[in-house]
């Protein structure tokens, strides 16, 4: 199959363009699309034999589930069979946004779609040409990340076609993502609204919503004692295919460590790489590590999120075999860049 790479700003979108777009989701095919967070692989969500396509492109296990986008707020009433007062609150505070609810799931939403399950994952995404493609498309669109499992997931439409070439008839080329990191998610089903994934709705606002709210334990643990209750957050994501480590601590003493691994690893024979933010870029020595990449700057959390994904992707093209990267507090938006980069890393941390 040949995969068409189409370009729409988002100031002047081409209906004709997300017509198409829209027809061939209808048509039981994927169509790749931008959001606020990343690139999504869309597909039919009341459409079991789209959802099956969308977990065979992806090579991702069945079991787990996709979040269903939706372009109005009613919309969620016609896919979830119950919506709490706790989420009325949550969708006027952050939708259209990115934040992810888990909701009973109503019969039409089959389940296929939600890997198994009873519940369902609802969003209303911001980006306008993701709601002008989903209304296109019959109100519905099922999509994770437009990744290869186990991969990090695309910021840009030229890693979407690394990964999906061949595989689906046409991407939508929005241009480079603003969040850069996936939706939060938080579980509304139980007594006590849960954080499923830290994400660009940061706990802190939540709380402000809903007041002091539960996490799931297993989310930011190298050993998780307990089942992930994000089927998604079990398996080995965001990883480079390179060995990558956290370095936590005084920069001067992060810096000089990671000279000095990276110029250990060099004489084994290993191509190196670091990520390092601007602050520090001085303190690294070029002539120690092979590949120095800046992830944006320690006074906007905002800029590592948008630069982490392709970062790791970078890492991968490079052939770097052993990566350091520094380390951040999990303050706000600081929890979700920690929680995607110890996985990155297995969890595999030094801390001085
Ligand atoms: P992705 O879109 O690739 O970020 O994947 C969607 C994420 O949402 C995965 O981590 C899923 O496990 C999670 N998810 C989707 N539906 C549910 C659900 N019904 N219950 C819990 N987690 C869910
Ligand atoms: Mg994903």
């Not at 040949?2 to 048509?27: C, M, P, W, Y």
């Not at 896919?79 to 949550?90: K, Y």
């Amino acid at each position: 199959m040949e995969t068409r790479v189409i370009f729409q700003s988002e100031d002047h979108i081409d209906t004709n363009v997300i017509k198409e777009a829209g027809k061939l989701i209808r048509a039981g095919e994927l169509v790749a699309f931008p959001t606020e967070t990343v690139y999504g692989l869309g597909g039919d969500a009341l459409n079991a034999f789209s959802s099956a396509k969308i977990y065979a492109a992806k090579g991702r296990p069945s079991d787990n589930p996709l979040i269903v986008h939706i372009c109005r707020f009613e919309d969620i009433y016609r896919i979830c069979s119950e919506v709490p007062e706790t989420a009325v609150r949550l969708a006027r505070a952050y939708w259209p946004g990115p934040l992810t609810m888990i909701l009973p799931k109503a019969d039409c939403v089959p389940k296929e779609t939600t890997g198994g399950l009873d519940t369902v994952a609802v969003r209303f995404p911001s980006h306008p040409v993701a709601q002008a493609f989903i209304e296109a498309a019959g109100d519905f669109v099922a999509a994770p990340s437009a990744n290869a499992s186990g991969r990090p997931s695309p910021t840009l439409a030229k890693y979407v076609l690394e990964d999906m070439d061949g595989k689906i008839p046409l991407i939508i080329d929005g241009g480079p993502v603003g969040i850069g990191v996936e939706s939060t998610i938080i579980d509304l089903t139980q007594e006590e609204p849960m954080l499923l994934r830290p994400g660009y709705i940061t706990r802190e606002m939540l709380a402000q919503t809903l007041g002091e709210i539960d996490q799931d334990q297993t989310m930011m643990e190298s050993n998780p004692t307990g089942r992930p209750k994000a089927p998604g957050m079990r398996y080995r994501h965001y990883a480079p295919k390179g060995q990558l480590t956290l370095v936590s601590g005084e920069a001067r003493k992060v810096a000089s460590y990671i000279n000095e691994q990276c110029r250990l690893a060099h004489v084994e024979g290993h191509k190196t790489g670091a990520l390092c933010t601007w602050e520090n870029l001085a303190l690294y020595h070029a002539d120690e590590i092979d590949s120095i990449k800046c992830i944006g700057s320690r006074a906007s959390q905002e800029s590592i999120a948008r630069e982490l994904y392709r970062a790791l992707r970078e890492c991968d093209d490079e052939g770097l075999e052993v990566i350091y990267a520094e380390s951040f507090s999990e303050e706000g938006l600081g929890q979700a860049v920690m929680n995607r980069l110890l996985k990155a890393a297995g969890h595999q941390m030094v801390e001085f």
